[in-house]
């Protein structure tokens, strides 16, 4: 997830969903895809309990790199909410295919703005 921080600190986010894959990727056997997905989705809530300075832009992004590393399609969700009391907030989350990954736990309460699949 550190990566992902400073990606996103240094990079433009128009580069950063759009960076060139420099690996062909690979597809992962459907009945690997589950156990993937678990796998991923337990690596991230674990680094995230480690350190508790990134958010869920951080995690979308690492999983999302972790998935496409193993060769799991996922899509990235950016959603935003307005509440009363505390104005507009944003969000990320992750699926793949009809798999949640990481973020979906809320995902409901926020409208869609851009999804980038990977």
């Not at 420099?22 to 589950?34: F, G, M, Q, T, Y």
């Not at 309990?49 to 969700?77: D, E, I, K, W, Y």
Request: positive net charge; contains cysteine.
């Amino acid at each position: 997830m550190f990566a992902a921080w400073i990606a996103v600190k240094l990079v433009p986010f128009r580069r950063l969903v759009g960076v060139p894959r420099l690996v062909k990727p690979r597809v992962a056997r459907e009945a690997d895809r589950s156990a993937i997905v678990t796998d991923v989705a337990w690596a991230v809530r674990c680094a995230d309990r480690a350190l508790p300075m990134f958010n869920c832009f951080h995690r979308g992004l690492t999983a999302q790199g972790l998935l496409r590393a193993r060769g799991v399609a996922s899509t990235l969700h950016y959603g935003a909410a307005q509440s009363a009391g505390a104005g507009l907030y944003a969000h990320v989350w992750l699926v793949a295919g009809d798999l949640d990954v990481v973020g979906c736990e809320t995902a409901t309460e926020y409208g869609v703005l851009a999804s980038f699949a990977a």
